[in-house]
């Protein structure tokens, strides 16, 4: 149905692509046009390079680069990350001078560590009967049987099973042809017609643990092209991720047969996998422990605050952008609140 | 872009990896209509695409087009083992451009069109099992 000015969904099934329809509730069509209209001067295709701080050790502003490579200086009372795990830490790390030589924010020494994606496995099933295919949202259905700790599983916390529904035309072919399954020549076409709109499946998207040896640092050559020094990853599986991806090709794979698949496929971890980025800013009370409170102000600076993934202490086991945003949500209340004594 | 031996060969591959069907009434990836949308998409992966036809002519001891079809069957067959990453661009482009076409579409049962504005129509599940879930009490609390 219709929804606060956005049409009904009509099944087009290209939702991580963008929505032509209107209906999916994407930022730039719900916060931004709201922000706009309520006086947000919005600057896009610039770059951040550091934030700058005053003698007083607040920030002072963000020096960044327009689309020409131009430099330009925005003063700013407070000053408000939200570029995620990377860009968070990245530009926090660039931040460096006298006061704070490590870096912005980082008496605790925390800026860029802990790093966490999703480690994410891929299961889907070929079935004898027509299915779905390409047409309404991929990602339809979810499950939690998995999701919180049980020791017996061998694991600590869990993951989140997403069901989804099948490709289109083009993407049954690649994907067939790179997993064998699509010939070339004269069987091509009727080993096509096995795999198009016959197949269906899940991601269990599994909720990566903070680790400090998973990090964000400055890369110390590599720079883009204004110069800023390019943000290097460094990440490695945990074992306790592994087994949570090994759990979820058991458990899925049962579940598929069960729905009657002849033929299973799957990923774990999907090699094109990392595109939620948490934990190089974590939120905490303890300064030592943590980089921002527990309203999301930054310990060491009272006027620089950060409502991204970037505070995420645990990755949680689900998509993260609801839970940037409901923190996003509640860091602007709390600054609203105490506007009076915001900088105590 | 490409030379014209190179065009010739890539016609070649693109019709060994799909040919025509009298059975589901298709053409093959070589189709006039397809392989111009094959060489009109080439975009970005040209050079990929450029160095795949290189290694396949250089395999073929001149242009893959003019061997004889036992030979281009072994070719073919051993370049598929060996051609990487390269291929798979190439692969990808030929099906793209193959399964985006009109006739295809229909013979796979799609109506030939984007799927804005019309949209699809799809089977509808029984909600009845969200019942137990929407009659539980609130896992959240209210937002201030």
Same mark, same amino acid.
């Given at each position: ?79 408000? *990350? ?6 968070? #830490? ?6 460096? $001078? !006298?006061?704070?030589?490590?870096? %912005? ?116 050559? *590599? ?6 020094? #390019? ?6 599986? $945990? !074992?306790?991720?592994?087994?949570? %991806? ?99 | ?144």
């Amino acid at each position: 149905m219709d929804y606060e000015g956005r049409a009904k969904c009509t099944n087009l099934g290209h939702c991580t692509s963008g929505c032509a329809q209107g209906a999916k509730a994407s930022t730039d069509i719900t916060y931004w046009p709201a922000a706009i209209r309520a006086g947000v001067e919005l600057h896009t295709r610039c770059r951040v390079r550091e934030i700058t701080t005053n003698e007083h050790g607040m920030a002072s502003g963000v020096v960044y680069y327009d689309a020409d490579g131009v430099e330009h200086f925005q003063p700013a009372e407070v000053v408000i *990350l939200a570029c995620n795990a990377v860009g968070t #830490a990245r530009i926090l790390l660039n931040s460096v $001078s !006298a006061r704070f030589p490590t870096g %912005l924010a980082n008496s605790s020494g925390l800026v860029g560590k802990n790093l966490m994606f999703h480690p994410y496995a891929r299961i889907a099933g070929y079935f004898d009967e027509m299915l779905d295919g390409y047409r309404g949202p991929g990602n339809c259905i979810w499950s939690q049987e998995f999701y919180e700790t049980d020791q017996s599983r061998g694991f600590m916390r869990g993951y989140t099973f997403e069901f989804s529904r099948g490709q289109g035309p083009v993407m049954a072919a690649v994907d067939g042809m790179q997993t064998g399954r699509l010939p070339w020549g004269a069987e091509h076409h009727r080993a096509y017609r096995k795999l198009f709109c016959h197949r269906t499946g899940m991601v269990a998207i599994c909720e990566d643990l903070p680790e400090e040896h998973n990090t964000v640092t400055l890369d110390p050559v *590599l720079k883009d092209t204004n110069g800023i020094p #390019a943000p290097k990853i460094t990440y490695t599986l $945990s !074992a306790n991720s592994r087994r949570m %991806l090994d759990h979820a090709v058991a458990r899925a794979s049962e579940i598929l047969r069960a729905a009657g698949a002849y033929d299973l496929w799957y990923e774990a971890p999907i090699p094109g996998g990392g595109w939620h980025l948490m934990g190089t800013a974590r939120m905490g009370t303890d300064p030592a422990r943590s980089v921002v409170n527990e309203w999301g102000r930054s310990h060491d600076v009272k006027n620089l605050f950060i409502v991204d993934g970037s505070i995420f202490v645990t990755s949680g086991g689900v998509n993260p952008t609801r839970t940037i945003q409901a923190l996003a949500l509640y860091i602007a209340d709390s600054i609203k609140q105490r506007l009076a004594t915001l900088f105590d | 872009m490409l030379s014209a031996d190179q065009c010739r060969s890539l016609r070649c591959l693109a019709e060994m990896m799909i040919p025509t069907s009298a059975d589901y009434g298709v053409p093959s990836a070589g189709d006039d209509a397809i392989f111009g949308d094959i060489l009109q998409s080439l975009g970005r992966d040209a050079g990929h695409v450029i160095a795949v036809l290189q290694t396949l002519d250089a395999m073929s001891g001149g242009p893959f087009a003019d061997l004889d079809p036992q030979r281009r069957d072994a070719i073919a067959a051993q370049f598929r083992e060996t051609g990487g990453e390269a291929l798979a661009y190439l692969t990808r482009i030929i099906l793209q451009c193959y399964y985006r076409d009109d006739r295809v579409m229909r013979s796979l049962g799609m109506e030939p069109r984007p799927p804005f504005p019309k949209g699809f129509e799809v089977e509808q599940g029984d909600w009845s099992l969200l019942d137990p879930v929407r009659a539980r009490p609130k896992l959240y609390r209210d937002a201030g």
